[in-house]
């Protein structure tokens, strides 16, 4: 059998994941990390993966699907239970009830088949789209963002950008092309254009990304 290939999307989500992790274990502290948008994740992949004892691609494909659904409802353990005395509510108060319901409602309108697991589906991807929100929010709130922070928010974005190459890849390879795929990863890579400028002219010199005086 063919192993399947390296993806870098998932390399690039699984980095975000791990380092977002060991921040949190490391400093005991969840200090400056959205739960709302971690919990968006968690909803997002559990939409997105319900098949994973129905339908069987790869070993690789089940393994990563594991690894997202663990490690992400791990990090809401932390961040809810473990370490809740470091957690900041009072920054992390973007309403996520104005992104779970629209995303849900466009996912009935606009949709590949009208069945369970298409409309689950098709609603995990635009909410993936929309979740970082609530930790942009909080960032911008705050005024700043650690370092470990700021790897973690652009390993995400990287993530997308990955995204974005795989379809334009696979339109001119294999002639396939997703719209809903497209729209969404487009829609999630332009909420992280500020975040990149900031990372690649403040975080890469070794200082600490400020953003009051960007809003």
Same mark, same amino acid.
């Given at each position: ?28 502290? *969840? ?65 996520? &009830? ?25 609603? @995990?991807?635009?909410?993936? @789209? ?9 960032? @911008?709130?705050?005024?700043?963002? &650690? ?33 809903? @795929? ?10 992280? *254009? ?22």
């Amino acid at each position: 059998m063919v192993p399947p290939p390296v993806d870098k999307r998932d390399f690039s989500h699984l980095a975000a994941i791990i380092i977002l992790l060991l921040k949190i274990w490391t400093t005991r502290s *969840c200090a400056g990390v959205s739960g709302k948008s971690v919990l968006l994740y968690d909803l997002v992949f559990i939409c997105r993966y319900l098949d994973l004892f129905l339908h069987y691609v790869s070993i690789y494909n089940t393994i990563m699907k594991v690894i997202y659904l663990v490690s992400t409802t791990v990090t809401l353990y932390f961040i809810y239970f473990k370490f809740k005395t470091t957690y900041d509510r009072n920054h992390d108060s973007f309403r996520i &009830e104005l992104l779970i319901l629209p995303t849900l409602a466009l996912a009935f309108v606009w949709n590949h088949d009208f069945s369970v697991f298409e409309i689950l589906w098709t609603f @995990s991807i635009y909410l993936e @789209s929309v979740a970082i929100l609530p930790q942009l929010y909080m960032v @911008s709130k705050t005024g700043e963002a &650690e370092t470990i922070t700021s790897h973690y928010l652009f390993a995400l974005g990287i993530y997308r950008f990955f995204y974005i190459l795989n379809w334009i890849y696979r339109y001119y390879m294999e002639d396939y092309l997703d719209w809903i @795929s497209i729209v969404s990863g487009v829609i999630q890579t332009v909420l992280y *254009c500020d975040f990149f400028y900031l990372y690649i002219t403040k975080v890469l010199r070794g200082r600490k990304m400020r953003l009051r005086e960007n809003i």
